[in-house]
């Protein structure tokens, strides 16, 4: 094989590469990532008081919902008597 047609094999598999990656940092930003910080407070004031554990750890993932966690299971759920 001569080395033009290698060339030419490597460029297209190079652009190749290069469109995949670029469709990948296009797509769709993950779960607990928004636009604007104004969104994300919009999102933090729904969630506070709300008592849903799954959007919670959807925003800030296990090990985020972990630290935020008293470690009193009745007081986190708001229904601890003090």
């Given amino acids: 094989m001569s080395r033009a047609i290698q060339l ?7 652009a190749a590469v290069i469109g995949l990656a670029a469709l990948t940092a296009c ?10 910080p104004e969104d994300a407070v919009q999102a933090l004031a729904v969630l506070i ?3 849903d554990s799954a959007k919670a750890e959807e ?7 972990e630290l935020l966690k008293s470690g009193d299971d009745a007081a986190d759920k ?4 003090a």
């Fill in 59 to 65: 925003m800030f993932g296990k090990e985020g919902v």
């Fill in 49 to 51: 008081g709300s008592g």
């Fill in 27 to 36: 797509s769709r930003a993950p779960a607990g990532t928004f636009s604007t």
């Fill in 78 to 81: 708001g229904t601890g008597r």
């Fill in 8 to 14: 030419r094999g490597f460029h297209w598999t190079l």
